[in-house]
């Protein structure tokens, strides 16, 4: 009884950690909405995709959301690209971004 409180113990709060850094060079890559832009060079389209759960526990949508946005910012920076716009809905831990050159 006591191993499987402390597995379930472990699994909750594992599905509440944030486990994405935010790379130095991509900190200044900005997130937009396809409103927001205006004189912008698409440059390239990139799939992110993060754990939806953790055993039988459902991570948040907003968590879930943060790292997506990170994993993309991320791969912006190594692209050349300086902002990124969400292109699709999270499904299942996977959501795609389209990445942008824009003048300021």
Do not use: Y
Request: aromatic fraction near 4%.
């Amino acid at each position: 009884m006591r191993s499987l409180l402390l597995l379930c113990s472990a699994a909750a709060f594992s599905g509440a950690c944030t486990w994405v850094e935010l790379e130095p060079e991509a900190q200044q890559i900005a997130l937009a909405t396809a409103e927001d832009i205006t004189d912008c060079e698409r440059l390239s389209h990139v799939s992110a995709k993060v754990l939806d759960g953790v055993g039988f526990i459902d991570r948040s949508e907003e968590k879930m959301a943060n790292e997506l946005t990170t994993i993309a910012r991320n791969e912006a920076a190594r692209l050349g690209g300086d902002t990124i716009v969400p292109a699709s809905d999270i499904v299942e831990g996977r959501q795609h971004f389209s990445v942008f050159v824009c003048n300021d």
